[in-house]
Antibody, heavy 119, light 107 residues
């Protein structure tokens, strides 16, 4: 079964760092762009970052630009999100999502990993 | 950034009702629009892409229409499993943006 499995969430203090991972299985990972999308408790969906299929291009929401870095490793079919200088407003469930092409709808989502930023 | 405005933010309906949700983009996005359904505690699931193309496996009671700036998601005959939140999303340009969501509740 095609799937995405996130890990790496947890409790972190304001100003701290965390790295999320998303393991992809049963599809050709290197053929598709990937994104991170988050959802604060009780709120709507917010796109965070995307990376092209080759890894050469990356895009960020203004709210995380300069603090978060997206990357991918096609040798082990894994997507990453390095999150630095974390703030309380970064508290959310973080989903990884597979693009159906290079800049298309998201046709596969992981189950999400919770990130809580609090002292 | 392209702003996506969804309405209503919530609605109450009964099984069998016809439900319409609208989404307006702040600029022309052609047909680069998707609709997602999300149930509590679960990841979103794509229903419609390209504004009107039904994702494989999604029931035909879901239809999408529109292009440019104005879009609509219609559920023709609401079923019990359709009570959920719905989001539109544009993928015309970065940053990608979602509408604020519509929660469909049982009347």
């Amino acid at each position: 079964e095609v799937q995405l499995l996130e890990s790496g969430g947890g409790l972190v203090q304001p100003g701290g760092s965390l790295r999320l991972s998303c393991a992809a299985s049963r599809f050709i990972f290197s053929n598709y762009a990937m994104s991170w999308v988050r959802q604060a408790p009780g709120k709507g969906l917010e796109w965070v970052s995307a990376i092209g299929s080759s890894g050469a291009s990356a895009y960020y929401a203004d709210s995380v630009k300069g603090r978060f870095t997206i990357s991918r490793d096609s040798s082990n079919n894994t997507l990453y999100l390095q999150m630095n200088s974390l703030r309380a407003e970064d508290t959310a469930v973080y989903y990884c999502a597979k693009d159906s092409g290079e800049q298309d709808a998201f046709d596969l989502w992981g189950q999400g990993t919770m990130v809580t930023v609090s002292s | 950034a392209i702003r996506m405005t969804q309405s209503p933010s919530s609605l109450s309906a009964s099984t069998g009702d016809r439900v319409t949700i609208t989404c307006r983009a702040s600029q022309d996005i052609s047909d680069y629009l998707a609709w997602y359904q999300q149930k509590p505690g679960k990841a979103p699931k794509v229903l419609i892409y390209g504004a009107s193309t039904l994702q494989s496996g999604v029931p035909s009671r879901f239809t999408g229409s529109g292009s440019g700036t104005d879009f609509t998601l219609t559920i023709s005959c609401l079923q019990s499993g359709d009570f959920a939140s719905y989001y539109c999303q544009q993928y015309d340009s970065y940053p990608l943006t979602f509408g604020g969501g519509t929660k469909v509740e049982i009347k």
